[in-house]
Structure formats: C-alpha cells, structure tokens
C-alpha cells in the first residue's frame, strides 16, 4: 500500500522526540504512520509499547501498535508505565525496541513518543528519529506478508524489584516523605514502592488525571513545588519528592520546603554510589555546580564533565563506563539501569542516604554547596551565533578560562558562567554560579541586560 499525507508536520520531529498537540499536529493518523516507519526502519521482530495517563494517550498507543503491527511487526503492549520503566522494559526483557507515547512534563494539549533500541539506547534525530520522520512523511509502506501480533505484558512489579536492588531495604528509617505526583505516573508506581519500604508514604496528587487539575507536571518550575513544599511543613517530612509527568525525573525538598536543586541532588547520590562502588567514573553536565566535580574526586570518584542532553550523556556513559551521571534538570542516569535514567533510583538512593546518615536531609546538604546558582533564564534572541560570539568577546577578556564543550562557558574563579543555544528554539540558555549572592546577582543581571540587549 502506498499513501502520501502532507498532513504530518514535520517539526513534530524534535531532537529527542515526537511532540505536539494532540488533534492539532500529532494525530491517531500521524503516530500510526509513524508506527509504521518506525516499524521499518528499526527492522526488528517485535517492539515494545507503553503509554502515559494522559487523556490521548490510549488513542495514541492504539494508533501506534496499529501502525507497527500493520508493517508485520509483533507488538508488546505494556499498557501504563513511566518513561524509566520503558528503558526497564527493554533492557531487562532484552526486546529490540521500545516506544514511550508521552509528552512529559508537557501542558495537558501535548502528547509524544520517544524511541529507543536494544539495550534502552535512546534515538535522537542524529540517529534514527530523522530517517523515521522521512518513512512516516513519505508514506511508502509496503505491504508485508503478514500482520504482527499483539501480547499484553505487566512489569511493574520487576521493575520497582529492580529499583530497590540499587539500595538495601533493611537500611530503611520510619521516614515521613511526600511524594507529589502531579497526577502523573508516579502516582501509580510510588505505592508499590512504599509496599516494600518502612518509610512512610504522604500522598499527593496520586489520581492519575492527564488534565493535571493541580498543577503543570513540570516540576523544575518552582511555582509547581509551592504544594509539595506546604505538605512537607504541614505533616513534618523528613523530606519530599516531586516527579513529572512520565515520572522519569525527581525533584527533591528538604524538611523545611527548600529546593533541592540538581546539583546538590547529584552530589547526594554520588556520594551514596561512591560509598558502595569506590573510585567510580561519575559523568555530570556543565552547567551543574563546580562543587559536583570537587566533591566527587574528594569522595574518590572520577568526574567527567559533558554536555547538556541526554544522547550526550548517555553515549559519554557507555564510552567510559561510568556508574552514574546527572544533569541540572532532574535527569539521573545508571549504568546497572542500561544507562538510562530513572527518577525512582535517584529517589530510593536519597531515602537510603538520610536513613543511613541519620540526619536531615538540609544537614547532609549544607557541606556540599559550596556556590551560589542563578538557575536556567531563558532569553529569545535573533541572532543566536553571533550573541555568543559577542558575549564570549565582551566577558571573556579577564577570565581565567573560555570553553566551547556547549556554547561557551567562561570561568573567573569566584564566579563563572555558561550560556548555551536551545536545541529546538532560538534561545539562549544562561546559567550563572558565584561564590556569594550579591556577586551571582550582579553578574546575573549584566549577563542578561547584555544579552536581551
């Protein structure tokens, strides 16, 4: 059979992943096509099929497994997971392939799919997703001998067992946590967790509802964490969590509502990943603290400095083996999880961290921040290359050291700062770090008049 649809936009296509509007640019029509290119591109027997709560996502995943089973490939329909439990899934069963139909953190129009192969190894546009997007846009199926068939499997509870190997229960305090699950994924997962666990479970926007009644489920937004932070007061945690959507990334408070930013939540699980695995390669972005990699190689680890994005990350792993790698926005990556990540383990390696240290989680934190940070500001500019090339021109005369790993990163000492391209928009990307607040401040401010200048 042979189809054209023009319909399918291809901006859809991003560097990751699928993502748009359900009913608008990503429709049952597109993903099936979609499942379809994906079917002949991959050329494996069998992928596997999982699916968030969002409201379209059933729609979606239909589509999609009608798509792969309509080219001849066999399909295994995984029903409800968490984008981590996809890689789980693919790298525990050891299946050729797997699809994820999510948006993330995404508003509540958006849905998507994200793409991996053996082993969990991601596809990003540079390698596959680009060639998918052409199949599915051409339209050019051929006809197979047969339909591929379809079996339902289950493997939450192998993967929460997975989860808990990386930690040892019987370590576990009668902890008080709050999870919020911004209606999402975790919702489903976290009291299966907690069945194996002393800790106590304070529940938060469990009900899997892909409206999102409560809040956006993107955590990183600090306006998304204002409830978990008053539940936390409210009931006297120990500490709280919050996921996103598709639950693959974590976002910790301590007991008294502070945030827990990505960094001091890298530093927390290196230090438990180094206490039980000594002198292990840990890999973290550039725009994480400067005290991430000072304090992995005071705790005996080898830290290895890459850039912003997942492929990156993931592909620097393998590359040299390391245990463990993390970046700014939630994201926290294994070796012994097939490189992927998941924001379960990092969980589970906080809770171990606080029963084992027998301190607040505020009180584990204190000695290792060491600076002062900005967080991401995001500023839209015309001409995205030739405002780097300006900033790296005017600040970067004095400084003790420019680099280009991702965008340019210019380094003073008691101050240092990174501005890099969006891969998807013209933005420019500005993370500052000082080792006092009115300095992080001042230069916050000059970045950014300098840049929406």
Partial sequence: MTTTDSSIDPTIFKAYDVRGVYGVDLTEDAVYRIGRAAAIYLNVPLIAVCRDMRVSSPQLAAAAIQGITDQGVNVIDCGLTTTDELYFIVGYYNFPAGIMITASHNPKEYNGMKFCRAQAYPISLDTGLADIRDLAIRGDFP???????????????????????YIDVSKIRPLKVVVDASNGMAGMVMPRVFQYLPAHLVPLYFELDGTFPNHSPSPIEPENLVALQKKVLEVGADFGAAFDGDADRMFPVDEHGHIVDGSMVMLLVSNSILRKYPGSTILYNLILSKSVPALIERDGGKAIRTRVGHSY?????????????????GHFYFRDNWFADSGLIAFLLILELVSVENKPLSELIKPLDTGIRSGEINTRVNDVQGKLKAIEEHFGKEARSVDHLDGVTIDYGDWWFNVRPSNTEPLLRLNVEAKTRPLMEQKRDELTEFIRS
Avoid at 146 to 165: E, F, R
Avoid at 313 to 329: L, P, T, V, Y
């Fill in 143 to 165: 006809e197979p001998e047969h339909k591929g068939s379809v079996t339902h499997l289950d493997a939450t509870d192998d993967y929460i067992k997975h989860a808990l190997s």
């Fill in 313 to 329: 990350i993931k592909a620097e792993m393998r590359k040299d083996n390391a245990i463990f790698g993390g970046e700014h926005s």
